[in-house]
């Protein structure tokens, strides 16, 4: 059992939770993830790290309200206890040797970027972080990423915070300024990332998206995961979550993305059993 020892609401759908798993806090790199299972009943989720104090022994996720798992979890509270939580799995992400980084966050991306730029930031890397959400009520780990960066650039969709528009404009401002990013991270919606990645292409810079695919066991056994990258499968879990974001197949990433979105929905739904009459 892993108890959860600090909760935060971020926003109105976004929760952090910071667990108590010394472990994987020991051993926890950018870029790697758990999988979860909040009790018996429960299914597998996997939730990106989003930091990690090696003395303490605390990793800490952060999940928006997307479906039954999650809604399970937003209901618990400190002193409660995770069932399981596995990791680190995936692949750490490769930061050394970059001296100028553009990290890019969508929405509840920012949280998966921060510990990237984090790394980068300490690493002595000038790095700007560029973090796009819909409206201002949706603003997460705003003093964190300032923190975590030599600039911070945040936009709105609706521009009712600091700056309307989207991370690509941002981002082709800076270029053409003559940032001389040697690396961009990208990490939110497929949309974004393709959008990204087909900008960068143009001017040549190496560029990192993350691949939060569907997951069941987040060991390569399941193959669930799967993506291609450069006409080859790959698999999320062991092979990524990084990927060349010049090398994915993005159209073929959302597709797979919505297969189980019905289910999703159902699930969310009260379901009551014939056998045992008990709602679910």
């Known amino acids: 059992m892993y108890p959860i020892v600090h909760k935060q609401i971020l926003n109105p759908t976004v929760i952090r939770l910071d667990v108590s798993a010394p472990l994987i806090a020991r051993k926890a790199k950018p870029g790697q993830f758990i999988m979860l299972r909040v009790d018996e009943e429960g299914e597998r989720i996997p939730l990106t790290i989003a930091d990690y104090d090696r003395e303490k022994g605390i990793v800490s996720i952060i999940f928006q309200l997307v479906g039954k798992t999650t809604q399970a979890l937003s209901e618990m509270n400190e002193g409660d206890s995770i069932l399981d939580f596995v990791g680190p799995l995936g692949t750490a992400s490769h930061l050394e040797g970059y001296k100028r980084v553009a990290v890019i966050g969508g929405g509840l991306g920012t949280a998966i970027a921060y510990p990237q730029a984090k790394a980068l930031h300490q690493m002595g890397a000038v790095v700007d972080i560029i973090a796009g959400f819909r409206n201002q009520d949706l603003v997460i780990?705003?003093?964190?990423?300032?923190?975590?960066?030599?600039?911070?650039?945040?936009?709105?969709?609706?521009?009712?915070?600091?700056?309307?528009?989207?991370?690509?404009?941002?981002?082709?401002?800076?270029?053409?300024?003559?940032?001389?990013?040697?690396?961009?991270?990208?990490?939110?919606?497929?949309?974004?990332?393709?959008?990204?990645?087909?900008?960068?292409?143009?001017?040549?810079?190496?560029?990192?998206?993350?691949?939060?695919?569907?997951?069941?066991?987040?060991?390569?056994?399941?193959?669930?995961?799967?993506?291609?990258?450069?006409?080859?499968?790959k698999f999320a879990c062991v092979d990524g979550p990084d990927f060349d974001g010049h090398l994915v197949d993005f159209d073929e990433a959302m597709r797979r993305s919505q297969i189980y979105k019905n289910n999703e929905k159902e699930s969310?739904?009260?379901?009551?059993?014939?056998?045992?009459?008990?709602e679910s």
């Open 268 to 278: 969310m739904d009260k379901h009551i059993c014939r056998l045992t009459g008990k």
């Open 141 to 233: 780990l705003e003093e964190e990423m300032r923190a975590a960066c030599t600039n911070l650039y945040l936009t709105t969709d609706d521009g009712s915070y600091v700056r309307k528009g989207f991370v690509t404009d941002v981002l082709k401002e800076q270029i053409e300024a003559g940032a001389g990013y040697d690396l961009v991270i990208a990490i939110g919606p497929l949309i974004m990332m393709k959008m990204i990645a087909n900008l960068t292409r143009a001017y040549g810079i190496h560029t990192i998206v993350s691949m939060n695919s569907i997951m069941v066991d987040g060991t390569g056994m399941c193959g669930g995961c799967r993506l291609t990258v450069g006409g080859e499968t």
